[in-house]
């Protein structure tokens, strides 16, 4: 299994190490694994991740939700 540290995933996603940090602790972010007080991500988890980030429209935030403009 191939890890990838912070500052790699960083620069992968170009998402800082803060973000990271905020979306670990709200659970949005690429699974982790904690192993001590490492945080290491599986580089098949971040690119499954990135993935689930793809969109075919700029128009919706996010495919999986309606805003409340297309709700009438």
Same mark, same amino acid.
């Given at each position: 299994?191939? =890890?990838?540290?912070?500052? !790699?995933?960083? @620069? #992968?996603?170009? #998402?800082?190490?803060?973000?990271?940090?905020?979306?670990?602790?709200?659970?949005?972010?690429?699974?982790? =694994?904690?192993?001590?007080?490492?945080?290491?991500?599986? @580089?098949? !988890?971040?690119?499954?991740?990135?993935?689930?980030?793809?969109?075919?429209?700029?128009? @919706?935030?996010?495919?999986?939700? &309606?805003?409340?403009? &297309?709700?009438?």
């Amino acid at each position: 299994m191939n =890890f990838l540290s912070i500052d !790699d995933v960083s @620069a #992968l996603t170009g #998402l800082s190490a803060s973000t990271l940090a905020k979306r670990r602790m709200a659970g949005t972010g690429p699974a982790f =694994f904690k192993i001590g007080r490492t945080v290491r991500y599986a @580089a098949a !988890d971040v690119d499954a991740w990135i993935m689930t980030r793809r969109r075919t429209s700029t128009w @919706a935030a996010n495919d999986n939700k &309606q805003s409340g403009a &297309q709700a009438a």
